[in-house]
């Protein structure tokens, strides 16, 4: 398997570090400089270990932000610059591939990385994000019950496959997401019970449905 770019929105980046091995570029993105230093120095101690193929780079993404993010001149000497070039802006937006985990839990900041994804998958080539989560529960006055809000929120972005096959032709894009089975997923570490709150979802953005009459040249 060969991913020539990789994003990864949210640390720590293990995944990303490994996935090093087979992308020829790999971005690991949070935001505020602590967690992003955090990340960095994840990244250097792990270099002789992991002994990565591609680069990684430590950068600077804010889902309240818009896409692109602004970009600097690449020139700068402060090694501590999480900022974008626009060389790494394009190459981020030719990735293949997007991962995050535990980003759901609160309906404004699902609304926000929503916003930046529609913006980057919805560039060519076509994209797939694979999303982990953990339902997050809380008990809600207005339902007087304990309820996943923040994952029904996260829910209503996506449709499902079949859901997509039978819109009307000219529909809006939209999100297709496919909640996978994660018993043909061996699990390597053993002191961890997944329980039945955790999913792996695979997620691409469909555009817009060609109208019947629409050229195809
Ligand atoms: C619950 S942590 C999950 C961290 C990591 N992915 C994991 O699974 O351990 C949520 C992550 O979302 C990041 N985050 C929160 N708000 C964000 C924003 N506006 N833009 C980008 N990342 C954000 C946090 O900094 C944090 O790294």
């Not at 994840?42 to 990684?56: M, W």
């Not at 839990?105 to 076509?126: G, H, I, N, R």
């Not at 939209?174 to 955790?198: A, H």
Request: contains cysteine.
């Amino acid at each position: 398997m060969l991913i020539t770019e990789f994003i990864s929105l949210s640390l720590p980046g293990l995944v990303g570090m490994l996935l090093a091995h087979v992308a020829k570029t790999v971005f690991l993105t949070d935001r505020g400089d602590e967690i992003l230093d955090n990340c960095a120095s994840n990244v250097d101690l792990n270099s002789e270990v992991l002994n990565y193929q591609g680069s990684i780079h430590v950068r600077e993404l804010d889902w309240m932000g818009s896409w692109p993010p602004s970009t600097s001149s690449g020139n700068s000497t402060c090694h501590k610059s999480y900022s974008w070039t626009s060389s790494n802006v394009e190459e981020a937006e030719r990735a293949a591939l997007l991962v995050a985990a535990d980003v759901i839990y609160s309906d404004d900041l699902t609304d926000a990385l929503f916003c930046v994804l529609e913006k980057l998958m919805s560039l060519s080539p076509k994209k797939v994000l694979y999303l982990a989560l953990e339902k997050r529960y809380n008990f809600s006055l207005d339902d007087l019950d304990v309820v996943a809000n923040g994952y029904s929120h996260f829910r209503s972005y996506l449709r499902g496959q079949e859901d997509y096959d039978n819109l009307k032709h000219g529909s809006s894009p939209c999100f297709v997401g496919k909640c996978l089975d994660l018993s043909l997923i061996p699990q390597y570490v053993r002191e961890y019970e997944r329980g039945n709150d955790v999913e792996l979802w695979q997620i691409m953005y469909n555009a817009r449905k060609p109208n019947l009459g629409d050229s195809c040249d």
